[in-house]
């Protein structure tokens, strides 16, 4: 294995491919301390470019994106109290009250360096974890795949909290919607209603455009026109001394660990998500500094979500890489970018394309170095510059570069449409309530699942007991049924809780 | 009887799609058909207890109109540019459709400085052009003025 981790790394030394992951933590850097644009949209509507580049290159370029943008997010959250990005939500609680203080240098240092250290963190779980994973998957068959599919979409349904009812029906719409196309056991096209672009199913690429770049672009709408963002106060005071010495470093430390733990935990999860790390890790963090007052600009409250954020990114990769199924929405656009390059995620990458497995491993520890400096240097720039960008001629941009995307995946306009249509039906639904995030894994395991569910019952002959007397199935089944009950358990005693009181 | 309107409709969308696709499953072959028609049932069930709890919620944003007046005029503008433009894209070729895709979207949301709105259009149609078109090589839609013209 240390062979080909260093592999990753001897492919890092070509000079265009360090400077494509070099460009990818410049753009994530920018385009994450832009409020309305995050690594999802950008990487969306970048996939289609990827599509012409050599494969080394696009999934570096992909990796840099990804490593710096949730980085990235921090930077108008500390100065603005504007998340970039929905992962730094919880650093604008205390990290703006540090710039009103007139600590926003140091704030910003802490959470370049709280960043590196998840970033760095979760790239090593994802080095040793996901080829191990991998080795295993290799022992799976048709039963244990269909529960993993199983696993993955009840995680991201018991993620949703009180929305539990709500997000299963998106994940099963999600499921639906994948048998259109082809049926992969006997190639019989189903709901195609006479279009030849059908046949291959739901495009991913255009439907994540519509569902990332489409969807933000009216909702930016609603936001400009209701004049929520326009009006950007800016009173950063000067930056001042960045770096925290030894002696923050030493007490920012344990929240560094802590919160690290809780990121990588949280991103292998598929379907766990940031936002569930970055509120454990704030919460864990208070708990261990009773003495302090969070949300009043304490530092360790811009550590913790810091750290957690940037440990959710690579250790989601691991999930995705190892056994196909993606962490969370970002990595699944991985999927998109892999398939273009004609690969697929899952052992066989580890076996077929080794040279990619690990450049990718090997990008994300060099990415989160990288971003340590870059992130330092461009701090003053993007605070002072970048923010202060026109959003109506952003929006013109973001629309253009969605269009040029989803036709460009096929040459054809009917992904356009593909891409209108589930841009619209999320914004629709997002403005009663419903997210429509849960149906992309659905959408990517659906046919998966359908395959392994009739190759299972061919094999046991038509009984579903396979499913159970395999044991890696059964455990698969039983942590399914688990994610699935706990938000119902916990619902329960709640109201029981609250007709006590 | 307060009713969750959002959720109501959804369901019943839902409802209509899942009986769609089940019946219209039974003539698949039975290995295309399994699939299609326990997920459909699954989501019917689902989403009919979703109708049947929104007769019991308190309503909620549904509304699509404030007292202000109607607000997501600018959402409505630009889906319609979208569909305009796609099907546009094709005849009126890549390069115009979409250089007035991008001032149109930016007109609506309401940006009125010419200048600027101009100089934004033509220099991002004009750089995607050049990455898309001519650096990666892909085809983008020509006029059908210049599909007569070259034959």
Not at chain 1, 15 to 42: H, K
Not at chain 1, 326 to 343: D, K, R, V
Not at chain 1, 398 to 403: G, M
Not at chain 2, 15 to 41: G, K
């Amino acid at each position: 294995m240390l062979e080909n981790i260093a592999l990753g790394f001897g492919q890092l030394l070509h000079p265009t491919v360090f400077i494509a992951l070099f460009l990818g933590v410049v753009v994530g850097l920018i385009v994450g301390a832009l409020p309305g644009l995050n690594d999802s949209i950008t990487m969306a509507v970048l996939i289609p470019v990827t599509f012409g580049m050599d494969s080394q290159i696009a999934m570096v370029l992909l990796v840099g994106i990804y490593v710096a943008a949730c980085y990235g997010g921090s930077i108008p959250a500390i100065l603005l109290n504007i998340p970039g990005t929905a992962s730094s939500v919880v650093t604008c609680l205390d990290g703006y009250k540090m710039t009103q203080k007139g600590q926003s240098g140091l704030a910003l240092g802490i959470s370049t360096t709280s960043s590196v250290f998840g970033g760095l963190m979760s790239s090593l779980v994802l080095m040793f974890l996901a080829p191990f994973l991998a080795i295993q998957a290799l022992r799976f068959g048709p039963p244990e795949y269909f529960s993993l599919a199983i696993m993955g979409i009840s995680t991201v349904v018991g993620m949703a909290g009180k929305d539990l009812l709500k997000s299963l029906i998106i994940s099963i719409f999600g499921l639906v919607i994948s048998t259109i196309g082809m049926s992969p056991q006997v190639g019989f096209p189903r709901f195609t209603f006479g279009i030849d672009y059908l046949y291959d199913g739901i495009p991913l690429v255009p439907m994540l455009i519509g569902l990332f770049g489409v969807t933000s672009v009216l909702e930016l709408a609603d936001t400009i026109k209701n004049d929520l963002l326009s009006k950007v106060d800016l009173h950063i005071k000067k930056i001042g001394r960045m770096l925290p010495d030894r002696k923050m470093v030493k007490r920012l430390l344990p929240t560094w660990i802590t919160s690290s733990a809780i990121g990588n935990v949280i991103g292998i999860i598929p379907g766990a998500g940031m936002i569930m790390a970055i509120y454990m890790a704030y919460d864990q963090a208070k708990r261990s500094n009773k003495d302090k007052e969070f949300g009043t600009g304490i530092p360790e409250g811009v550590a913790a979500p810091e750290t957690a954020n940037n440990a959710v990114v690579a250790s989601s990769m691991v999930p995705l890489m190892a056994l196909g199924v993606p962490g969370n929405s970002t990595s699944a656009l991985f999927i998109g970018a892999l398939m273009i390059q004609g690969m697929r995620p899952g052992p066989s990458l580890f076996k077929d394309f080794p040279e990619v497995a690990y450049l990718i491993i090997a990008a994300f520890f060099v990415g989160n170095i990288l971003m340590g400096p870059l992130g330092l240097a461009l701090s003053k720039f993007m605070s002072t510059s970048i923010l202060r960008l026109n959003r109506y001629l952003l929006n013109g941009v973001i629309i253009l570069l969605c269009v040029t995307g989803a036709y460009s995946v096929r040459n054809s306009s009917f992904d356009i449409w593909i891409m209108i249509i589930f841009g619209v039906i999320s914004y629709i639904l997002n403005k009663i309530h419903f997210s429509l995030s849960p149906i992309i894994l659905p959408l990517i395991l659906g046919p998966m699942m359908e395959q392994n569910l009739q190759q299972s019952l061919i094999l046991s002959r038509g009984s579903w007991a396979i499913f159970f007397t395999s044991p890696i199935s059964l455990g698969l089944l039983i942590v399914s049924a688990l994610f699935l009950l706990a938000p119902v358990w916990k619902a329960i005693n709640e109201r029981r809780r609250s007709k006590i009181a | 009887m307060i009713v969750r309107k959002g959720d109501f409709y959804f369901s019943l969308v839902l409802d209509f799609i899942c009986v769609f696709v089940f019946t219209t499953s039974f003539s698949f072959p039975i290995e295309a058909a399994i699939f299609p028609q326990l997920s459909s049932a699954l989501l019917f069930v689902l989403s009919s207890f979703l109708m049947f709890a929104s007769f019991k919620g308190k309503s909620e944003g549904t509304n699509t109109a404030n007292k202000k007046g109607f607000k997501y005029t600018s959402a409505i503008l630009l889906i319609v540019g979208f569909v305009v433009y796609t099907l546009l894209v094709n005849l009126l070729g890549y390069i115009l459709t979409t250089l007035a895709l991008v001032y149109y979207t930016i007109f609506v949301i309401g940006y009125r400085k010419q200048k600027w709105l101009i100089i934004t259009s033509i220099v991002s149609v004009a750089l995607t052009y050049a990455i898309f078109g001519l650096l990666l090589g892909v085809p983008l839609p020509v006029s059908f003025i210049t599909r007569l013209i070259q034959g």
